[in-house]
Each structure stands twice: as structure tokens, then as C-alpha cells.
């Protein structure tokens, strides 16, 4: 794969290009949004970027590692029922509580006949505890599945249906346990962040802006990823992985290191979707939403972090205004744009940007968006596609 | 657990969910043979199949109300009928999906599942708008009601003994296909080296089509014999999507007596546990089991040498 050689004015880990795909993506996010948008349409787009965290994880973990996870709902999970629990706690204090059986826990709990709070729930007193379990708990998790199924030489389909019956496992799961879980209905009900109310407008607005910050912070860490010696390792292990075991690298490490790296992504998209959206229920966690953030990338375009974003957004905004007027018609267009985007663009709209719009821009711009050069040697499996700006 | 029971009891327990256990394993079975074929044979992942089985469970419930209003006196019978056209329309669709999507990503597995999970969407709200939300059930000709006792304590539906021989004769048939007919060699040789089957005059893209069909017809009298002990609606068929998955992969991918084994383990082991524990930690437990197991040995169960 080729990334622009160093000489060409490159000293740090973005190009040019980059630079200004990432500067027009933030005036999109911070400026022009807030202010055309109503309240009720930005706290939408700021949900949906929650999303945008997965979608940021998959092109690393699938675009470039070349790692398919169907599991990725469980992440976002998992950081999300952290938030949600420290939140519920908060909620849920001895004054707020007086009227059940035992005040103090969660109310789903004393319905349940669950009499004092679990020994898993004792860490999410904390802020500080719970932010660490938000990176840390999806991290563990993935290093486990990953270290297991990846020293053992398991990938590709094996890896994609083992995912995805842990994200089965993990949604019947917490639906089983209602007691610990909230079940079906998940945790709910959540009012302040150590004492700051999160449910009024002002409140929703600033999370909006944490949010986007988050997420910026979370691109540029994308971009340094790919560009250090890791992010073309990663590409090398995909496009011949047994040339890059051969040359002496452990590849198991660094796919265990991807992995994790999108766990904690995703969950930290997750934390973010619990503050915003004020509930956390397995209906995020299980197969179909796992599935559906993997269509946001390849909509997005797979090997394209910006690309990811938009996809996000774009499938998003297209399911709620699509969901509003023809509820009936939203699973044909969803389906459709699964077969559209392998079928027809499988290097999404970053592909297509590529192609038609980007060679055109590049005169106007003195040639800094280059025409995308066909990379001679690569797996007909993932179409090359060196990454140029969006 | 054990304790509260006495001895008598605790085997009757087990012989009543061994029984359950063996409904929900020819379930698994159908199902996994038309998986076993698609995915262990051609390597595609197929997430639309459990709605390939979904169209053969419709074409039942149609076909026995074509019987129940215009041919009353056959309606003993219709099962049989409706059977064969159940492995038709599923079959048929299958071809055409095979043709349309699947024959361009033959080199990009992972992208088959995305292809044919859209694919699935599409499918489902199909059946929903044709045949509305609700679950439909068939109406059981009378030879098929009622059950058998075995012992004083334990008895047996009818129609599970009926799904069971079912499935038997169509695990049967199928070895049969794929281990002696000349048609079944073609399919494997293809499976095993595409090009050198191509240059000794096999026609691979036929028999690639053929093999596609058939493996969702199966999954169409899957559905089929689904009617015979549930009721049918349009999102039944992703609920065993991911356990058959994992079926078929826990088996060993490339082995149909791998497959079946399986589906014994797996089924067998969820519906003992079911009466012990609540549904959902039973189901978790076995899922978890699967996966673990797994990941110690990703090959599954039976494993054919292959050199490659």
C-alpha cells in the first residue's frame, strides 16, 4: 500500500490532505450543524456519533487489520452499561429511593428482590472507576477473545460468526439476568453526572460538544495509528499474512493489539450514547445493531476514517427520515445498501470520492489530493485503495 | 440440582428432554445440512438462510390451505406435497440469488455475509408486508396428533417422532448425493480445486448454482417440517440463524457427520440444562461452551486432511 513518501512535506503523522479533511469535518460538526440545526435534530446527529466511535474502530480493526468483528454491538455495550451504571447509582441515592423495600439500590433490583447492591456494581460509585472500567472492561474482554482465537491462527469467517454469537450470548444474557441487568428494558431512568442534571437541553448541548471533541481526539488517534509502523504492518499482515509471520513480526499480537483498540472505541462511543441518550438497553448490544455499525463503514468506505463518519451519519439520517415517512420501506432500502455497497462500490463513499471527485478538486487545490495511484500487487480481496483525503 | 429429585424421576426427566432435545436437534439438523452444504462446501456464508427456511414454512401453510379448502378428502397427505414444493421455491430462489449476488464474490467470504445479510432484511419485510406480522400455524392432519406413551410417565408427540424420521431420510438422502452419486463428486472435486475440476471438462459454475440450490432447498423442507412443532412469522427464521452457524462450525466445517454430532451435542445438552436452569441461562451456557471449545480447537469436531 502506498502512503505519500516522507519527503513530500510531510512531518508529522498527517499529510496535508488529512489535515484539512479533518479540519472540514470539525467546522461541519462544531459550527455549521449547532447552528442550522434545531435542538431536537442535533441531539440526533450527536447519537449518531456515538456510532461514528465503532465505525472508526472497524476501519481500523477491518479496513486495515483486515479482522471482520460481528461483535462490535458488544463493546459499545459494555461501555455503555458501565456509564449507565454509575449513572443509575447516582440516581438511585437513599433519598431518591426512600419508598422501596431496600433504599439505596437501583429500583430494578428491589423489584427483583435483590436486597443489597452486587459486589459488580461496588466499582461504580466512582467517576474515576467507572471512566477506567469504560476503556478498560471492552478491553479486557477483547484481549481475551482475541488472544485465544488469534494465537490459535483463527480468523476471517471463523472469527466473524464466533463474534457474533458472543454478542448473542451477551444480549440473552443481560436480558436473562433482570436483577443485575435491568433486563430487556435495560437501565433507565438516569437523571445527573455527580450532580449535573444531563436531561436538560443546555446539558444535551454540551454533551453534543464533548462528544464531537471526543470523537476528534479519537480520529487523530485513528490517523496515528495508521500511519505509524503499525497501521503498515497491519495492512501488510492483511494483504499476506504469512510473509509478515515469515519476516519475524508476531502477527497474533498486533491483531490482539487492534482489537482491543477497537473495543475501547466503541465502548467509549458507548459511554457517550448512555450520557446523550439518558438508557442503555441490550437492544444495542445483540446481532442485528452489530451488524448495522459494520454497514456504516463499508457504506462509509472501509479504508477511509473520515469516510467512516460520514457513512455513519449518512445511513443514520437516512434510517430515521426514511423510518419517519415509510417505516414499511427502511428494511428494503437497509438491505439494499448492504448488496449496493459489496456489490457495486465495495470501497464505499470515500471510493467513490476517490474516483470522480477527488482528481477533479486536485488542480484547484495545487495537487494536494492526488489521483489515487492503482496499487499494483494486491489481494482482489480487499480492493486497494491508498487513502487520500475525503 | 439433582437433589430434589428421586431417581425414577431424574430418568424420566432425562428421557423427556433427551426427547425435546431430539425435536430441537432435527430442527438444528435440517437446517445445518443446507448450511453444512453452502458454507462447508462452497465457503459462503449464507445469513439468509434461516429466511430461505422461513419461504418453505409459508409455502406449507398455503399449501394446506389449498388442501383444507378445495381438496378436503387429501388432506392427510399434503404434507408431502407441500414438502416438495417447499424444496422447489426455496431452491429455485436460491438459484436466483446465487446467479444474481453471490457467483460475483466467490474470492470475498466476508463479504457474502453482509451481501446476503441485506439480502435477509430485504426477505423478512417482504413476508411482512405479503403475509402480515403474525405467525401463522398449520393445522396437523389428524394422524400426525396426539402422542405415544412409552411408559407410565413418559410419552411422545407424533409429530416429533414424524420430524424425526424426516430427518433422517433427508440426512440419508443427502449422504447419498454428495458420497456416491457422480453429481456429488463433481461438487466436491470443485470444492477442492476449482481450476483442475474446470480443465478435466466440469462445468463449475453449474455445479456451482446446483449445490447453492440445493443447500437452500434443504433449508426450505427445513422450514417445512419447522411448521409440523411452531408457528411461522416473518423473523422466525433469524432466530436459529446464529445456533445453526455455530452448528455447522463446531461440527467442523467440511464434515456432514461433524455436523450432525453437533447438532446432537448442542441440542441435547440446551434442553437438559432447560429443565434444570431457566431457558435463557441454558442457552447461554451451551452457546458459551460452543464458543470456548472453539476457541481451543477452531477446527471443530471432525476434521477431514485435506493437503492443500
Same mark, same amino acid.
Given at each position: 500500500?502506498?502512503?505519500?513518501?516522507?519527503?513530500?512535506?510531510?512531518?508529522?503523522?498527517?499529510?496535508?490532505?488529512?489535515?484539512?479533511?479533518?479540519?472540514?469535518?470539525?467546522?461541519?460538526?462544531?459550527?455549521?450543524?449547532?447552528?442550522?440545526?434545531?435542538?431536537?435534530?442535533?441531539?440526533?446527529?450527536?447519537?449518531?456519533?456515538?456510532?461514528?466511535?465503532?465505525?472508526?474502530?472497524?476501519?481500523?480493526?477491518w479496513?486495515?487489520?483486515?479482522?471482520?468483528?460481528?461483535?462490535?454491538?458488544?463493546?459499545?455495550?459494555?461501555?455503555?452499561?458501565?456509564?449507565?451504571?454509575?449513572?443509575?447509582?447516582?440516581?438511585?441515592?437513599?433519598?431518591?429511593?426512600?419508598?422501596?423495600?431496600?433504599?439505596?439500590?437501583?429500583?430494578?433490583?428491589?423489584?427483583?428482590?435483590?436486597?443489597?447492591?452486587?459486589?459488580?456494581?461496588?466499582?461504580?460509585?466512582?467517576?474515576?472507576l467507572? +471512566?477506567?472500567?469504560?476503556i478498560?472492561?471492552?478491553?479486557?474482554?477483547?484481549?481475551?477473545?482475541?488472544?485465544?482465537?488469534?494465537?490459535?491462527?483463527?480468523?476471517?469467517?471463523?472469527?466473524?460468526?464466533?463474534?457474533?454469537?458472543?454478542?448473542?450470548?451477551?444480549?440473552?444474557l #443481560?436480558?436473562?439476568?433482570?436483577?443485575?441487568?435491568?433486563?430487556?428494558?435495560?437501565?433507565?431512568?438516569?437523571?445527573t453526572?455527580?450532580?449535573?442534571? !444531563?436531561?436538560?437541553d443546555?446539558?444535551?448541548?454540551?454533551?453534543?460538544?464533548?462528544?464531537?471533541?471526543?470523537?476528534?481526539?479519537? +480520529?487523530?488517534?485513528?490517523?496515528?495509528?495508521?500511519?505509524?509502523?503499525?497501521?503498515?504492518?497491519?495492512?501488510?499482515?492483511?494483504?499476506?499474512?504469512?510473509?509478515?509471520?515469515?519476516?519475524?513480526?508476531?502477527?497474533?499480537?498486533?491483531?490482539? $493489539?487492534? $482489537?482491543?483498540?477497537?473495543?475501547?472505541?466503541?465502548?467509549?462511543?458507548?459511554a457517550?450514547?448512555?450520557?446523550?441518550?439518558?438508557?442503555?438497553?441490550?437492544?444495542?448490544?445483540?446481532?442485528?445493531?452489530?451488524?448495522?455499525?459494520?454497514?456504516?463503514?463499508?457504506?462509509?468506505?472501509?479504508?477511509?476514517?473520515?469516510?467512516?463518519?460520514?457513512?455513519?451519519?449518512?445511513?443514520?439520517?437516512a434510517?430515521?427520515?426514511?423510518?419517519?415517512?415509510?417505516?414499511?420501506?427502511?428494511l428494503?432500502?437497509?438491505?439494499?445498501?448492504?448488496?449496493?455497497?459489496?456489490?457495486?462500490?465495495?470501497?464505499?463513499?470515500?471510493?467513490?470520492?476517490?474516483?470522480?471527485?477527488?482528481?477533479?478538486?486536485?488542480?484547484?487545490?495545487?495537487?494536494?489530493?492526488?489521483?489515487?495511484?492503482?496499487?499494483?500487487?494486491?489481494?482482489?480481496?480487499?480492493?486497494?485503495?491508498?487513502?487520500?483525503a475525503? | 440440582?439433582?437433589?430434589?429429585?428421586?431417581l425414577?424421576?431424574?430418568?424420566? #426427566?432425562?428421557?423427556?428432554?433427551?426427547?425435546?432435545?431430539? #425435536?430441537?436437534?432435527?430442527v438444528?439438523?435440517?437446517?445445518?445440512?443446507?448450511?453444512?452444504?453452502?458454507?462447508?462446501?462452497?465457503?459462503?456464508?449464507?445469513?439468509?438462510?434461516?429466511?430461505?427456511?422461513?419461504?418453505?414454512?409459508?409455502?406449507?401453510?398455503?399449501?394446506?390451505?389449498?388442501?383444507l379448502?378445495?381438496?378436503?378428502?387429501?388432506?392427510?397427505?399434503?404434507?408431502?406435497?407441500?414438502?416438495?414444493?417447499?424444496?422447489?421455491?426455496?431452491?429455485?430462489?436460491?438459484?436466483?440469488?446465487?446467479?444474481?449476488?453471490?457467483?460475483?464474490?466467490?474470492?470475498?467470504?466476508?463479504?457474502?455475509l453482509?451481501?446476503?445479510?441485506?439480502?435477509?432484511? #430485504?426477505?423478512?419485510?417482504?413476508?411482512?408486508?405479503?403475509?402480515?406480522?403474525?405467525?401463522?400455524?398449520?393445522?396437523?392432519?389428524?394422524?400426525?396428533?396426539?402422542?405415544?406413551?412409552?411408559?407410565?410417565?413418559?410419552?411422545?408427540?407424533?409429530n416429533?417422532?414424524?420430524?424425526?424420521?424426516?430427518?433422517?431420510?433427508?440426512?440419508?438422502?443427502?449422504?447419498l448425493?454428495?458420497?456416491?452419486?457422480?453429481?456429488?463428486?463433481?461438487?466436491?472435486?470443485?470444492?477442492?480445486?476449482r481450476?483442475?475440476?474446470?480443465?478435466?471438462?466440469?462445468n463449475?459454475?453449474?455445479?456451482?448454482?446446483?449445490?447453492?440450490?440445493?443447500?437452500?432447498? +434443504?433449508?426450505?423442507?427445513?422450514?417445512?417440517?419447522?411448521?409440523?412443532?411452531?408457528?411461522?412469522?416473518?423473523?422466525?427464521?433469524?432466530l436459529?440463524?446464529?445456533?445453526?452457524f455455530?452448528?455447522?462450525?463446531?461440527?467442523?466445517?467440511?464434515?456432514?457427520?461433524?455436523?450432525?454430532?453437533?447438532?446432537?451435542? !448442542?441440542?441435547?445438552?440446551?434442553?437438559?440444562?432447560?429443565?434444570?436452569?431457566?431457558?435463557?441461562?441454558?442457552?447461554?451456557?451451551?452457546?458459551?461452551?460452543?464458543?470456548? +471449545?472453539?476457541?481451543?480447537?477452531?477446527?471443530?469436531?471432525?476434521?477431514?486432511?485435506?493437503?492443500?
Amino acid at each position: 500500500m502506498t502512503t505519500s513518501a516522507p519527503t513530500s512535506g510531510r512531518t508529522f503523522f498527517l499529510r496535508p490532505q488529512d489535515m484539512i479533511g479533518i479540519a472540514i469535518l470539525a467546522v461541519l460538526l462544531v459550527v455549521i450543524l449547532p447552528l442550522t440545526l434545531d435542538n431536537f435534530r442535533l441531539q440526533f446527529v450527536g447519537k449518531y456519533l456515538t456510532y461514528a466511535f465503532v465505525a472508526l474502530g472497524l476501519v481500523l480493526c477491518w479496513g486495515y487489520a483486515g479482522i471482520l468483528s460481528l461483535g462490535q454491538g458488544v463493546f459499545f455495550g459494555l461501555g455503555g452499561y458501565c456509564m449507565a451504571m454509575f449513572l443509575k447509582l447516582e440516581a438511585s441515592s437513599v433519598a431518591n429511593t426512600k419508598i422501596q423495600t431496600t433504599p439505596g439500590i437501583p429500583d430494578f433490583m428491589d423489584w427483583n428482590q435483590i436486597t443489597e447492591l452486587p459486589l459488580m456494581w461496588q466499582p461504580f460509585n466512582n467517576l474515576g472507576l467507572t +471512566i477506567l472500567a469504560v476503556i478498560l472492561v471492552p478491553a479486557l474482554f477483547a484481549f481475551i477473545v482475541g488472544f485465544a482465537m488469534f494465537k490459535r491462527r483463527v480468523g476471517g469467517v471463523y472469527f466473524a460468526i464466533i463474534t457474533q454469537a458472543l454478542a448473542a450470548i451477551l444480549t440473552i444474557l #443481560i436480558v436473562g439476568q433482570q436483577g443485575y441487568t435491568g433486563g430487556i428494558n435495560g437501565i433507565t431512568d438516569l437523571r445527573t453526572l455527580h450532580g449535573w442534571d !444531563i436531561r436538560t437541553d443546555a446539558a444535551k448541548t454540551i454533551l453534543y460538544f464533548v462528544c464531537v471533541g471526543l470523537l476528534i481526539a479519537c +480520529i487523530l488517534l485513528a490517523y496515528y495509528v495508521k500511519s505509524s509502523k503499525l497501521g503498515r504492518i497491519l495492512v501488510a499482515m492483511r494483504d499476506k499474512e504469512d510473509r509478515v509471520r515469515f519476516s519475524g513480526y508476531d502477527v497474533a499480537s498486533f491483531k490482539v $493489539f487492534v $482489537f482491543c483498540l477497537a473495543a475501547s472505541l466503541s465502548a467509549i462511543g458507548g459511554a457517550m450514547f448512555t450520557l446523550q441518550v439518558g438508557f442503555m438497553s441490550p437492544s444495542f448490544v445483540g446481532i442485528v445493531p452489530s451488524i448495522e455499525m459494520v454497514i456504516y463503514t463499508a457504506v462509509g468506505g472501509r479504508l477511509s476514517i473520515l469516510g467512516a463518519i460520514y457513512g455513519t451519519l449518512l445511513v443514520n439520517w437516512a434510517k430515521t427520515s426514511f423510518s419517519e415517512s415509510f417505516p414499511e420501506l427502511w428494511l428494503f432500502g437497509l438491505g439494499g445498501l448492504f448488496i449496493a455497497v459489496v456489490l457495486i462500490f465495495p470501497n464505499g463513499l470515500a471510493g467513490l470520492w476517490q474516483t470522480y471527485v477527488a482528481p477533479r478538486l486536485g488542480p484547484l487545490f495545487g495537487g494536494t489530493a492526488k489521483r489515487a495511484v492503482p496499487s499494483p500487487a494486491s489481494e482482489p480481496a480487499v480492493p486497494a485503495a491508498p487513502a487520500v483525503a475525503e | 440440582m439433582f437433589s430434589d429429585y428421586s431417581l425414577a424421576e431424574l430418568s424420566s #426427566i432425562f428421557l423427556m428432554q433427551g426427547f425435546a432435545g431430539l #425435536i430441537l436437534f432435527s430442527v438444528f439438523v435440517l437446517m445445518a445440512l443446507g448450511l453444512a452444504i453452502i458454507f462447508g462446501q462452497m465457503g459462503v456464508i449464507n445469513m439468509a438462510h434461516g429466511e430461505f427456511m422461513i419461504l418453505g414454512a409459508y409455502v406449507t401453510y398455503f399449501t394446506s390451505q389449498l388442501f383444507l379448502n378445495y381438496l378436503p378428502s387429501l388432506f392427510g397427505i399434503y404434507f408431502f406435497i407441500a414438502m416438495i414444493l417447499a424444496f422447489l421455491a426455496s431452491g429455485a430462489l436460491g438459484m436466483a440469488t446465487e446467479w444474481l449476488m453471490i457467483r460475483h464474490l466467490y474470492k470475498r467470504p466476508l463479504d457474502t455475509l453482509l451481501a446476503t445479510w441485506g439480502l435477509s432484511l #430485504i426477505l423478512q419485510q417482504v413476508y411482512r408486508s405479503v403475509f402480515g406480522p403474525r405467525e401463522v400455524g398449520v393445522e396437523l392432519p389428524s394422524w400426525m396428533m396426539g402422542s405415544l406413551p412409552v411408559t407410565e410417565v413418559v410419552e411422545v408427540q407424533i409429530n416429533g417422532l414424524f420430524v424425526m424420521g424426516l430427518t433422517i431420510a433427508i440426512t440419508v438422502a443427502v449422504a447419498l448425493l454428495m458420497y456416491k452419486s457422480s453429481w456429488g463428486k463433481q461438487v466436491r472435486a470443485v470444492v477442492q480445486n476449482r481450476v483442475m475440476a474446470g480443465a478435466v471438462g466440469i462445468n463449475t459454475e453449474k455445479v456451482d448454482r446446483y449445490t447453492f440450490g440445493l443447500g437452500c432447498g +434443504i433449508a426450505g423442507v427445513a422450514g417445512s417440517a419447522f411448521t409440523m412443532i411452531g408457528s411461522t412469522g416473518p423473523t422466525s427464521g433469524q432466530l436459529y440463524i446464529v445456533d445453526t452457524f455455530l452448528v455447522v462450525v463446531f461440527g467442523g466445517a467440511q464434515s456432514l457427520l461433524g455436523t450432525i454430532a453437533s447438532a446432537f451435542t !448442542i441440542s441435547q445438552a440446551q434442553s437438559t440444562m432447560e429443565f434444570f436452569l431457566s431457558g435463557s441461562m441454558a442457552k447461554v451456557l451451551t452457546l458459551l461452551g460452543v464458543v470456548v +471449545i472453539l476457541m481451543l480447537r477452531p477446527q471443530g469436531l471432525f476434521v477431514i486432511k485435506v493437503r492443500r
